[in-house]
């Protein structure tokens, strides 16, 4: 069985500075790991995924992520933050062999401040 | 294209009164998962169907809740009967094979 751990799940930032928000994975297999991100009354949206190919991953809106699997983490990284940024970030692992159903980790809230 | 549809965004029901939710994925899409999403819990996966058929309900709480999709563009959640514990934000999404989870805007069901 795989799961993910958010550290921290309240995260603020000023704007301008940078966002890292930290998520870790457990796994007994080579997993696949996802961040999504959800703005206040809307569902969840992938930001980027990692699927065994390059360990440095890009997503939208200038976020990027790394696979290190020496540290078994996959944390959210964006160099400026933007007030448009404030949300809550979910990182979600998958199983590739199960149908990829994914676990979603408890989530982190990201406040920006001017 | 239009995205995943849930409908209704918000109920507000009173203890023992029945519940359906109701969503429409993306056309084409051969899995379809119910989520629900509350503080205590964060996300947690109740069901999903992979071409209409259910393959894993391991995540439904109770006997109170059940989930359907007769066809390809339809799906329910129902609870029956409802309790104040059942309140939460409920997602549907979909997927195409092992491509993107696609989410819904939810259903916010608050019991009384």
């Known amino acids: 069985a795989q799961s993910v751990t958010q550290l921290g799940s309240h995260v603020s930032v000023s704007e301008g500075a940078l966002v890292l928000l930290r998520c870790n994975y457990s796994s007994s297999v080579p997993p696949y790991l996802f961040w999504y991100v959800q703005y206040p009354n809307q569902g969840l949206q992938l930001l980027l995924k990692?699927?065994?190919?390059?360990?440095l991953v890009k997503g939208i809106n200038g976020f990027e992520a790394e696979f290190k699997k020496s540290e078994t983490s996959f944390h959210l990284t964006k160099p400026s933050a933007h007030m448009s940024d404030a949300a809550e970030y979910f990182c979600a692992v998958s199983d590739p062999g199960s149908a990829r159903q994914l676990t979603f980790g408890s989530g982190t809230q990201l406040t920006v401040l001017p | 294209d239009a995205g995943v549809i849930q409908s209704p965004r918000h109920e507000v029901t009173e203890m023992g009164q029945e519940v359906t939710l109701r969503c429409k994925p993306i056309s084409g899409h051969d899995y379809l998962f119910w989520y629900r999403q509350t503080m205590m819990r964060g996300l947690e996966l109740l069901i999903y169907?992979?071409?209409?058929?259910?393959?894993?309900d391991s995540g439904m709480p109770e006997d109170r809740f059940s989930a359907k999709m007769p066809n390809a563009s339809f799906s329910t959640l129902k609870i029956q009967p409802s309790e104040p514990r059942d309140s939460a934000v409920y997602f549907c999404?979909?997927?195409?094979?092992?491509?993107?989870?696609?989410f819904g805007e939810g259903s916010r069901l608050t019991v009384l």
């Open positions: 990692y699927t065994s190919a390059a360990t």
């Open positions: 169907f992979n071409n209409n058929v259910p393959i894993d």
């Open positions: 999404a979909s997927r195409l094979d092992v491509g993107e989870l696609f």
